[in-house]
């Protein structure tokens, strides 16, 4: 539990969420399903099974390595083959059939793929990824990069999941959200395998259907606000303001319920760069900047995440 950084592959990668989620403190976190392991990583069996309680709150959080590729974009003649990260939330398990419950919030992060034809033959049971990693009992915060393989569409990406139950109102939906991005494709055809930017279960998600970059994305029902950047430095007293992202209840952003308290996004070329660590003033709390790019992409991933408590 904390702050981790490596190079392993995505089912170590799971393996090691999935530990610490259960080492963290307060007991949450429990193995919802003992066949779900990462011992066989073909196909797409490389995953974990996770189940949250506390008190009469109760989510399953399901991380799958997919390695079989999936046709995601399918407008001829653009179509893209992928393979990646597939987290969904659910609120019930089928403990016979070994499944999440009848769900669609999901996200599918498709950092691993192939455009113009059925050509992915990367194997995720061997690529390495490089990751930067905050887990505690209430969530995680993963910034990814792979290393450069046979693909021509590869992108760095970042996963949160968060519970906070320090609310504006009683809503009575669930206390948890996910915000997953890529720096590459951020939205495809295939409606069982979306690219979602924003699941808040179990209210809505929200999708970006045919965007493939990370500027400009459409990310409804999350606010990054500026003021008048995102995370700056300033050039007077050499602190960094920022604010915490504001997750909605809709898609609108008329509804704001709560701020994330591990991650935020940052701008470059205003005084922070890569690898900059920013203590929160009166507070043990620190986080770090990370600006990644991706083996096909230039553009870069900017957000800082939790690095120390």
């Known amino acids: 539990m904390g702050y981790t950084t490596g190079a392993k592959i995505l089912p170590d990668i799971i393996d090691e969420i999935a530990a610490a989620l259960i080492a963290s403190s307060g007991g949450y976190w429990t193995n919802a399903d003992a066949t779900w392991t990462t011992t066989t990583k073909t196909g797409n069996l490389a995953r974990r099974a996770l189940k949250y309680t506390n008190g009469s709150e109760v989510v399953y959080l399901a991380l799958e390595c997919i390695n079989t590729q999936i046709n995601t974009y399918y407008s001829n003649p653009y179509w893209a083959y992928s393979k990646g990260l597939r987290i969904t939330f659910s609120a019930s398990w089928d403990s016979v059939g ?69 609310k504006e109102y009683t809503d009575g939906f669930s206390n948890f959200h996910g915000y997953f991005q890529c720096n590459t494709e951020n939205g495809n055809g295939n409606v069982n395998w979306q690219m979602r930017q924003v699941v808040r279960p179990f209210t809505y998600v929200s999708q970006d259907y045919n965007q493939q970059s990370w500027s400009g994305i459409d ?91």
């Open 219 to 309: 990310m409804a029902g999350i606010v990054f606000p500026l003021c008048p950047y995102l995370a700056y430095k300033s050039s007077g007293n050499g602190k960094v303001y920022y604010v915490k992202p504001i997750i909605c209840n809709t898609r609108d952003e008329r509804t704001p319920i709560f701020q994330s308290e591990i991650f935020f996004a940052f701008d470059e070329g205003v005084g922070l760069v890569d690898g900059d660590v920013i203590a929160i003033e009166g507070q043990t709390t620190k986080y770090l900047c990370k600006a990644l790019d991706s083996p096909d992409n230039t553009q870069r991933l900017t957000f800082a995440i939790k690095y120390v408590a």
């Open 98 to 166: 070994h499944l999440y419950g009848a769900t669609d919030y999901f996200s599918f992060m498709a950092f691993e793929s192939y455009w113009y034809n059925a050509n992915n033959t990367v194997d995720m049971a061997i690529l390495q990824v490089t990751y930067y990693l905050w887990v505690d009992s209430s969530g995680f915060v993963i910034m990814a990069k792979p290393e450069p393989s046979s693909n021509n569409e590869q992108g760095s990406f970042l996963a949160v999941v968060e519970r906070n139950p320090n």
